[in-house]
């Protein structure tokens, strides 16, 4: 471990000479630093200083994607499968009724078409509701 993080310091520029009344401590004070600090990130599993190199992080970046890449789509229900399908199939019969020369115009007539269609649909289900009130509170009033 010691010659790891003396070859690590000598690369780095450091001084490696130990003292001779104290073989396990560093002539320069920074080296000893670094030393104590290398030892603290052993002990806690990291390497000194936290960094990653280079290859470490492209290896992690590449086993992300990978994980993704094997990540299947959510499950459908068949309800949710059976409304696609028919918006689907109100889009397409949507465009197929549309000479397609305007471009832009058509698409934007096509979402305007089925915007209102959906209003309607929404604005029937409020009236439904609305008259099943109103029923309701004949009923009542009829039994009192």
């Known amino acids: 471990m010691r010659t790891a993080f003396e070859a690590w310091a000598q690369r780095d520029g450091h001084i490696v ?8 401590e560093y002539l320069v004070f920074e080296t000893q630093r670094r030393w104590v600090i290398w030892q603290a ?8 200083g ?10 992690a970046a590449a086993e992300k994607r990978a994980a993704e890449a094997l990540q299947r789509p959510p499950v459908i229900n068949s309800d ?4 696609r399908n ?21 698409i934007l007539k096509v ?4 915007k209102k269609k959906q209003q309607e649909q929404e604005h ?6 609305v008259d099943e009130r109103v029923a ?9």
């Open 17 to 24: 000479r130990r003292r001779e009344d104290k073989p396990e």
């Open 41 to 48: 990130a052993l002990e806690h599993g990291k390497t000194p």
């Open 50 to 59: 936290g960094r990653k190199t280079a290859a470490q992080k492209e290896a």
């Open 80 to 83: 949710e499968a059976a409304v």
């Open 86 to 106: 028919q918006v689907l199939n109100e889009v397409l019969d949507a465009f197929s009724t549309l000479g397609g020369e305007r471009g832009m115009d058509d």
């Open 111 to 114: 979402v305007q078409g089925l």
């Open 124 to 129: 029937g289900a409020e009236k439904d509701k």
């Open 136 to 144: 309701k509170t004949a009923q009542v009033r009829q039994n009192a």
